[in-house]
């Protein structure tokens, strides 16, 4: 009886869900009178036996603007689907995806796709045919060679390529002037792409986990840049020039080799956030008390060393009183 009740219950939700416009369980889908009315199907983690492929059904709602399939066992993607004239976003992470079997192209309309742990080698090349496409995200794949593909899609706006096997990228990825972020923590790169510094419209620098020892003074090209996150690399040192960068308000070097606070970033003004922790830094300079913007600051994980112990406790007093968060 309950467990009648419990079906019932899950039955009338997920109809007055379908009746908002959106859609959690196949039985509904395929039942709806009024598919029309459909704005977005989400099927991710359903329960039950997992889809391995797209319902038919889907090819009814004519308005539909998301279709989110992921945790299922699809490994194509029909070319009927381009036909949704509505749609915006789709994702397909967790899915067995068969990079020949994406049939998906000449859309006008759809700005998002997710492929995140896919198990993708190389990218799904119908993709580049999808004008309006802005974000394209393959996180937690296999890929070792950055996509040329990508570098034709004009409109991209952000790439996701976090956790993947990169060592290199193409000196064509300048041509994706739209571009305002590309994550590429976790992958294997042992130099700072130099074609990153030929794209100003970056706004977040995201190259954290890898094994980089040098940053490039054409870094300082990035005039837009607000974030910069460099943890986890084998740093010592920083340009001078990356204070001509007044944009920037996040800076994050833990985790790398740092054994004292570069000079440069006590004269980057506009910093709220600064994390310096994990490093080999032993001393904190007073010059910390002209970043009159910091509202945080991480400083664990160093083997910080005075003297006299008293100033260390009278100069973190000080940042405090700035209205400074500090992060021991």
């Given at each position: 009886m309950k467990s009648?009740?419990?079906?019932?219950?899950?039955?009338?939700?997920?109809?007055?869900?379908?009746?908002?416009?959106?859609v959690t369980s196949v039985d509904v889908l395929e039942k709806t009178q009024r598919p029309d009315t459909i704005l977005v199907i989400n099927l991710s983690r359903s329960q039950g036996t997992k889809l391995t492929a797209i319902p038919?059904?889907?090819?009814?709602?004519?308005?539909?603007?998301?279709?989110?399939?992921?945790?299922?066992?699809?490994?194509?993607?029909?070319?009927?689907?381009?036909?949704?004239d509505s749609l915006k976003r789709m994702d397909f992470s967790r899915n067995p995806i068969q990079p020949d079997q994406v049939k998906f192209r000449r859309n006008r309309h759809v700005e998002s796709i997710t492929l995140a742990d896919c198990a993708l080698r190389q990218f799904p090349k119908q993709l580049q045919r999808n004008k309006a496409l802005k974000d394209i995200v393959l996180n937690n794949n296999t890929i070792e060679t950055f996509p040329k593909q990508l570098c034709r899609?004009?409109?991209?706006?952000?790439?996701?390529?976090?956790?993947?096997?990169?060592?290199?990228?193409?000196?064509?990825?300048?041509?994706?002037?739209?571009?305002?972020?590309?994550?590429?923590?976790?992958?294997?790169?042992?130099?700072?792409?130099?074609?990153?510094?030929?794209?100003p419209s970056q706004r977040s620098l995201a190259i954290?986990?890898?094994?980089?020892?040098?940053?490039?003074?054409?870094?300082?090209?990035?005039?837009?840049?607000?974030e910069i996150y460099l943890r986890g690399n084998r740093l010592t040192s920083l340009p001078e020039n990356?204070?001509?960068?007044?944009?920037?308000?996040?800076?994050?070097?833990?985790?790398?080799?740092?054994?004292?606070?570069?000079?440069?970033?006590?004269?980057?003004?506009?910093?709220?956030?600064l994390d310096i922790s994990n490093n080999?830094?032993?001393?904190?300079?007073?010059?910390?008390?002209?970043?009159d913007h910091l509202k945080t600051l991480f400083i664990k994980d160093n083997p910080l060393s005075y003297p006299n112990y008293q100033d260390y406790i009278r100069l973190l007093g000080e940042i405090r009183r700035q209205g400074t968060t500090i992060h021991e």
């Open positions: 009648l009740l419990a079906f019932l219950l899950w039955l009338g939700m997920a109809q007055a869900y379908a009746q908002a416009g959106v038919e059904s889907v090819r009814r709602c004519i308005h539909l603007k998301e279709l989110l399939l992921a945790d299922q066992q699809i490994a194509a993607v029909p070319r009927w689907v381009s036909k949704l899609m004009q409109s991209l706006r952000m790439i996701g390529l976090y956790h993947n096997q990169l060592s290199s990228l193409p000196a064509r990825l300048k041509q994706l002037q739209s571009l305002t972020y590309i994550d590429l923590y976790y992958n294997r790169f042992r130099e700072f792409p130099a074609v990153l510094c030929k794209i954290s986990y890898n094994q980089i020892d040098r940053i490039p003074e054409e870094i300082a090209q990035l005039t837009e840049l607000h990356l204070k001509q960068l007044n944009a920037v308000t996040v800076l994050c070097i833990s985790e790398n080799a740092f054994t004292a606070i570069p000079p440069v970033v006590l004269e980057m003004s506009n910093l709220t956030e080999l830094i032993k001393q904190l300079p007073a010059g910390l008390l002209q970043l």
